[in-house]
């Protein structure tokens, strides 16, 4: 099946660091962009990034540079996305998504279930 | 608030045609694509519509998709209880060279 897993939900404190997983299967993960989409409880979607696991070039929407590290490990048909410093806003789901279509008509065909990230102390 | 601008609600009854608009500028729908997605209740998004008019495969053709100058509609024929959910438009800005998702709307069938 062609699909993307992606890892568990994650309670963490603020000032903690965290990494939440998206793994592919059933195409060529290594040639797709990965797109990491946050959803905050009760709002809309934002994309935070993209990660190219050929070669891990990484591209941040503006609001989003800086905050998170996006990483992928091709051997593994893994993409990453990680906090250094939590921070209680950061409590959101997270979805990964393959991007298709070359730019600028892209778009997202293929989504992960979503990982929930909880930021309390 | 995003730059492309969706009802925050929607409604109809079942076996009606609905519409979901979203407008945008120049240096968004005006130029570029749009694509469209669903996300059924505590589920995932769900491609739905992509380069303004195309359906994935398994997408039933009760759903099509428009656009016109600087706006973008998605149009549901035929609806089915089924059908309730957020749907977002989404397009390349120019102007704050991102990628927009649309502020959402919900639909009760």
């Known amino acids: 099946d062609v699909q993307l897993v992606q890892s568990g939900a994650e309670v963490g404190k603020p000032g903690e660091s965290l990494k939440i997983s998206c793994k592919g299967s059933?195409?060529?993960?290594?040639?797709?962009?990965i797109a990491w989409v946050r959803q905050l409880p009760g709002k809309g979607l934002e994309l935070m990034g993209f990660?190219?696991?050929?070669?891990?070039?990484?591209r941040f929407s503006p609001s989003f540079q800086g905050q998170v590290i996006l990483s992928a490990d091709k051997s593994t048909n893994t993409a990453y996305l990680q906090w250094s410093n939590l921070k209680a806003s950061d409590t959101a789901m997270y979805y990964c998504?393959?991007?298709?279509?070359?730019?600028?008509?892209?778009?997202?065909?293929?989504w992960g279930r979503g990982t929930l990230v909880t930021v309390s102390s | 608030q995003s730059v492309l601008a969706q009802p925050p609600s929607a409604s109809g009854t079942p076996g009606q045609r609905v519409t979901i608009s979203c407008s945008g500028s120049?240096?968004?729908?005006?130029?570029?694509?749009v694509n469209w997605y669903q996300q059924l209740p505590g589920t995932a998004p769900k491609l739905l519509m992509y380069?303004?008019?195309q359906r994935p495969s398994g997408v039933p053709d009760r759903f099509s998709g428009s656009k016109s100058g600087t706006s973008a509609s998605l149009a549901i024929s035929g609806l089915q209880s089924e059908d309730e959910a957020d749907y977002y438009c989404?397009?390349?800005?120019?102007?704050?060279?991102?990628?927009?998702f649309g502020g959402g709307t919900k639909l009760t069938v």
């Open positions: 998504a393959r991007r298709g279509g070359a730019f600028p008509d892209w778009y997202f065909d293929l």
């Open positions: 120049n240096s968004n729908i005006g130029t570029k694509s």
């Open positions: 059933g195409y060529n993960f290594s040639k797709y962009w």
């Open positions: 989404a397009s390349w800005d120019d102007s704050l060279n991102a990628w927009v």
């Open positions: 990660i190219y696991p050929g070669d891990s070039d990484t």
């Open positions: 380069r303004n008019n």
